[in-house]
Structures are given as structure tokens and as C-alpha cells.
């Protein structure tokens, strides 16, 4: 079945640095979303690329969806405690199916 | 525009016992999908309802079942708990469900505890 990678596990940072996720998979896809979850709480959704190549920007966070459509990257430029959590990517396939990957946790020492 | 419901918030049982979690979708929302998370296995996906008909299952045990009603509600219900099962259970509504185009809007789950 399809599989997403997600990279890497951890991700320990100073505030201030920049921080980047990616999610690959061998099987292109038809969109990706992504999400994040605080500790203690409940995943959020972030956004949803479609199109091939499509690169997406939310204040400091920047999302990209590769020319394959077989993967996917989540930038954050010049990190703040508060983007301490899980970040997960979610894909879309065929038959209705959602294939999650593991996530990224991000810690932020302020 | 209430979010997604789920209840209990907090649940303790023993081996043996069976359980039974509730979950409300956002109105005009007709899927639901529900998930365990795990520190060690991550999110995984149990199974998702659309229109009262379950439309895709994962790879958990016949102990695990859901069904969902009329009004988009569902539950699911573990049966002979095991140590194992304990767990964030998280439950998602969107508007056409997996694979669709619709994000997942998530609950706050309900954290079992097997003792």
C-alpha cells in the first residue's frame, strides 16, 4: 500500500533558527495536507496543496508540493515557542484512503 | 459553528471490559474517521463512516467497531480491552472524507487508560 516517509522524527531548535519537515513517498499523490498538533492537544489542519509544484505561504511557514507529486516539504523561517508541536503530513490516494505520516516533533528552546 | 464532540473526554477500565466512544461531526459533516494514537506507533487509522455506511477500515481487530447514525453521529466500541489499547482516541469529521478534498477536522479524543 501507498507509504509516506516523514523526516525527521525530532527536531530541536533554537528560537529564531529555521526548521523544515519533509514527507516523500514512491507513489505520487493527489494532495497533501498538513497538520499540527500541540502537545496535549488535537491535530489542526494547516492547508492542502493539489497541483504539481505548488508552493504555498502562511506568515513564516512555507509548503511545498514537488513537481512528482511525490513529495512534500512544511518550512518555518526564524522559529517561535509557540510552533512547538507535531507537524504531520497527510495523503490523499485512491479509494478513499488517507496515509498519515509519523510526524515531526519540534521543540523550540527559547 | 460547534467543532467536533467527542466524549467521554477520559475513560479507565480493566482487561476484559469493553468500551464504547461517542462522537459528534461538525454539523453537515458526513464522515467520520477515527484514529488511535500512540507515542510509539504515531496516528493510526481505524476506520471511516460516510453516510452511516463504513467506507474504509484499518488494520486493527474485529475488536475494534464503529457504526455511525442518521444524523452523522458515530461511536466506536472495543470489546475485551487489552494493556495495549490504551491510547489517544481521536475522531475526525470532514465533508466527503478520505481522499476527498476536505480537510479533517479533529476532536479533542478521548485518552483510555486499560488497567
Known amino acids: 500500500g501507498q507509504q509516506v516517509m516523514q523526516i525527521p522524527q525530532y527536531q530541536h531548535v533554537q528560537e529564531g533558527e529555521d526548521f523544515t519537515t519533509y514527507c516523500n513517498s514512491s507513489t505520487t499523490l493527489s494532495n497533501i495536507q498538513w497538520y499540527k498538533q500541540r502537545p496535549g492537544g488535537h491535530p489542526v489542519f494547516l492547508i492542502q496543496?493539489?497541483?504539481?509544484?505548488e508552493v504555498k505561504k502562511q506568515k513564516r511557514l512555507t509548503f511545498q508540493f514537488g513537481e512528482a507529486k511525490k513529495n512534500s516539504s512544511l518550512h518555518i523561517t526564524a522559529t517561535q515557542t509557540t510552533d512547538v508541536g507535531t507537524y504531520f503530513c497527510v495523503s490523499g490516494g485512491s479509494n478513499y484512503k488517507l496515509t498519515f505520516g509519523k510526524g515531526t516533533l519540534l521543540t523550540v528552546n527559547p | 459553528k460547534a467543532g467536533v464532540t467527542q466524549t467521554p473526554r477520559y475513560l479507565i477500565k480493566t482487561r476484559g471490559q469493553q468500551v464504547t466512544l461517542s462522537c459528534s461531526p461538525i454539523?453537515?459533516?458526513?464522515?467520520v474517521s477515527w484514529y488511535q494514537q500512540t507515542p510509539g506507533q504515531g496516528l493510526q487509522f481505524l476506520f471511516e463512516y460516510f453516510s452511516e455506511t463504513q467506507r474504509n477500515k484499518g488494520n486493527f481487530p474485529g475488536r475494534f467497531s464503529g457504526r455511525q447514525f442518521s444524523n452523522s453521529r458515530s461511536e466506536m466500541n472495543v470489546s475485551t480491552l487489552e494493556l495495549g489499547d490504551s491510547a489517544l482516541y481521536l475522531c475526525a469529521s470532514s465533508l466527503d472524507g478520505q481522499g476527498g478534498n476536505s480537510p479533517l477536522h479533529f476532536g479533542n479524543g478521548t485518552r483510555l487508560t486499560v488497567t
Open positions: 496543496l493539489v497541483k504539481s509544484g
Open positions: 454539523s453537515g459533516h458526513r464522515s
